[in-house]
């Protein structure tokens, strides 16, 4: 059963930073490019970053850029996000995200597999 896990989100104050994991099982994919979404409270779901299969390419969505980090541990099979100077606007339940592919997209349509999400809370 191929499961995707989070974790790592919580309450924190504007200016703080935190890391989310995601850790998956059952089958590998170092092969698959890996992504974080995020959905707040009555908005769509959009699009965070992105990483290649290898790590070597990443891509973010613009109101992140310079804040967050994406990374991969491929022997540990898990995905990062590293999230610094949060932002009340950060608030959400961040999901992790793998595609089918070599590398990410910014379409969620083209990821099979989800995580069930980790709530980040960034109070003002």
């Known amino acids: 059963q191929v499961q995707l896990v989070e974790s790592g989100g919580g309450l924190v104050q504007a200016g703080g930073s935190l890391r989310l994991s995601c850790a998956a099982s059952?089958?590998?994919?170092?092969?698959?490019?890996m992504a974080w979404f995020r959905q707040a409270p009555g908005k769509e779901r959009e699009f965070v970053a992105t990483?290649?299969?290898?790590?070597?390419?990443?891509r973010y969505t613009d109101s992140v850029k310079g804040r967050f980090t994406i990374s991969r541990d491929n022997a540990k099979n898990t995905v990062y996000l590293q999230m610094n100077s949060l932002k009340p606007e950060d608030t959400a339940i961040y999901h992790c995200?793998?595609?089918?592919?070599?590398?990410?997209?910014?379409?969620?349509?083209?990821?099979?597999?989800w995580g069930q999400g980790t709530q980040v809370t960034v109070s003002s």
């Open positions: 990483i290649s299969w290898s790590g070597g390419n990443t």
């Open positions: 059952g089958r590998s994919f170092g092969g698959n490019a």
């Open positions: 995200a793998a595609a089918d592919r070599l590398y990410g997209v910014v379409t969620d349509m083209a990821y099979t597999y």
